[in-house]
């Protein structure tokens, strides 16, 4: 079973960016498509970015023109690029991992980050 660790969470004020990575601890993670999640206090989980094992991506709404979800395969990472940060994008974000052929998903613990002046 493949594991997620995220990291590059912190405190950034309005305006700002920030780079979260999510490592996978598999050689093979050019086969899984990753996504990043989020979920606020008192709020469900929601998808923030997604991005296949093609290319292909899907963004949220409310983060649109605003964030990238990247990978390098060769060093079995993700990212997740935030930039014009809101308040509203204060919360834990994971990583979600899932094989392509069919597995279970894989999620991340998440990193927290807090968007305030």
């Known amino acids: 079973q493949v594991q997620l660790v995220e990291s590059g969470g912190g405190l950034v004020p309005p305006g700002g960016s920030l780079r979260l990575s999510c490592a996978a601890s598999t050689s093979i993670f050019n086969r899984y498509a990753v996504a990043w999640y989020r979920q606020a206090p008192g709020k469900p989980r929601e998808l923030v970015a997604f991005l296949g094992t093609h290319g292909s991506t899907n963004y949220g709404d409310s983060v649109k023109g605003r964030f990238t979800i990247s990978r390098d395969n060769a060093k079995n990472m993700a990212y997740l690029e935030m930039n014009s940060l809101k308040y509203e994008d204060t919360a834990v974000y994971y990583c979600?991992?899932?094989?392509?052929?069919?597995?279970?998903?894989?999620w991340g613990k998440g990193t927290l980050v807090t968007v305030s002046s």
């Open positions: 979600k991992g899932v094989l392509v052929a069919g597995g279970i998903p894989t």
